[in-house]
């Protein structure tokens, strides 16, 4: 019972971020590229619509692979390894968060 109510908790955390993707991208992106957000709406000028994209496409990728995996790592396994990878995701997402690096974007997005 506790371990599903944290796995429940932990998964709202996406979520939260889902709707702060683009104004996050363009408060962390554009002072770092000096990017104008407010004169073009293109994905390649708006850094916010850049990073609301990226979470869109990595999200479909994760969830059209990675769904059937985890499912049978759950059932084989049981909920305490998908708890401890999704701690240690949040983990890694909250040290990693305050990096405005597009060039670590690229090397991501295969």
Excluded: H, K, Q
């Excluded at 619509?49 to 990226?54: A, E, I, M, T, V």
């Excluded at 479909?60 to 759950?74: A, Q, Y």
């Amino acid at each position: 019972m506790i371990v599903s109510l944290l796995f429940i908790l932990g998964s709202l955390a996406p979520f939260v971020y889902l709707t702060l993707a683009v104004p996050l991208g363009r408060e962390i992106f554009s002072s770092s590229t000096g990017a104008d957000t407010t004169s073009s709406s293109s994905p390649d000028s708006d850094p916010g619509l850049r990073l609301g994209d990226l979470y869109n496409e990595v999200n479909s990728v994760l969830g059209v692979l990675l769904g059937p995996v985890l499912g049978f790592i759950v059932d084989r396994a049981g909920m305490i390894p998908l708890l401890i990878s999704s701690t240690l995701a949040l983990g890694i997402l909250t040290v990693l968060c305050p990096i405005a690096s597009w060039p670590v974007r690229d090397v991501l997005n295969l």
